[in-house]
C-alpha cells in the first residue's frame, strides 16, 4: 500500500457550500494528483503538486483550488460546490519522484452537490 | 488538445476467452502506463512501456508498445472472473509534470 489516506470517504453536501477534501500521505513522496472521475470521462487531472507551496493546474482546474503547507497533505478546495462537481475524487502519488512516473492512488472521496 | 483514445469502452465475455483492449495517440508518447479498476476501487498501476515495440508480459498479460510510440494495447489469454475491472492506458507526453492524459478505459464483464 503506498500509505495514502482521503478524507472525507462521502460526503453529501449543497449547492453553494465550500467543501475541502483532505489527501495525506505517508512517505514523503514529492509529486501529488488530484484527479476525479466520472462515467464516460475517465480521470482527469485537477490540480498536482510538486512541493511544499508548489501547485499547478491540470485540465479541469476551474472551480477548484488546492494548497500544500506540508509535504504530506494536499488539500483540494471547491469554495462554492456545484452540482457539476458531484464526482468521485482521487488523491495520487508518484513514488518514482517524476512528474510523470507511476501514480499510486488513494481510495477515493465520492462527493455529491445537491 | 493531446487525447488518448481508447477501444472499445465495454467488453463482455465468456470465461477462458481473450480480451484486447487498444490505445491510440495522434501524437507520439513519450511512455505509456496501463491500470486496472476493480468495481468500486481505485485505479491501481500495472505496467509502464517506455521503449517503441517494447512488449512486456505479466502472466496472462499481454502489454505492447507500437513501434512509432502512438498506441498501445492490453491483451488478456484466458480470462477469468477475478479479470473484471476497468482498464486504462495513460499516455505521458512528455514536457510538464501534469502530463499525462488517460484514456476512458475498457470496461470489462466476464461471465462465468
Known amino acids: 500500500d503506498a500509505g495514502i489516506t482521503q478524507s472525507p470517504r462521502h460526503k453529501v453536501t449543497e449547492t453553494g457550500t465550500p467543501v475541502t477534501l483532505r489527501c495525506h500521505q505517508t512517505?514523503?513522496?514529492?509529486?501529488m494528483y488530484w484527479y476525479r472521475q466520472d462515467p464516460g470521462h475517465g480521470l482527469r487531472l485537477i490540480h498536482y503538486s510538486y512541493g511544499v507551496k508548489d501547485t499547478d493546474k491540470g485540465e479541469v482546474s476551474d472551480g477548484y483550488s488546492v494548497s500544500r503547507s506540508k509535504t504530506e497533505d494536499f488539500l483540494l478546495t471547491l469554495e462554492s460546490a456545484t452540482s457539476s462537481q458531484t464526482s468521485v475524487y482521487f488523491c495520487?502519488?508518484?513514488?518514482?519522484?517524476?512528474?510523470?512516473?507511476?501514480?499510486?492512488f488513494g481510495e477515493g472521496s465520492r462527493l455529491t452537490v445537491l | 488538445g493531446q487525447q488518448v483514445m481508447q477501444i472499445p469502452q465495454y467488453q463482455h465475455v465468456q470465461e477462458g476467452e481473450d480480451f484486447t483492449t487498444y490505445c491510440n495517440s495522434s501524437?507520439?508518447?513519450?511512455?505509456i502506463q496501463w491500470y486496472k479498476q476493480r468495481p468500486g476501487g481505485h485505479p491501481v498501476f500495472l505496467i509502464q512501456l517506455v521503449k517503441s515495440g517494447e512488449v512486456k508480459k505479466q502472466k496472462r498479460l499481454t502489454f505492447q508498445f507500437g513501434e512509432a510510440k502512438k498506441n498501445s494495447s492490453l491483451h488478456i489469454t484466458a480470462t477469468q472472473t477475478t479479470d473484471v475491472g476497468t482498464y486504462f492506458c495513460?499516455?505521458?507526453?512528455?514536457?510538464?509534470?501534469?502530463?499525462?492524459?488517460f484514456g476512458k478505459g475498457t470496461k470489462l464483464s466476464v461471465k462465468p
Open positions: 495520487a502519488i508518484s513514488p518514482s519522484g517524476r512528474g510523470n512516473g507511476e501514480l499510486f
Open positions: 495513460a499516455g505521458d507526453y512528455g514536457g510538464s509534470q501534469g502530463n499525462l492524459i
Open positions: 512517505e514523503n513522496h514529492r509529486y
Open positions: 501524437t507520439t508518447l513519450s511512455n
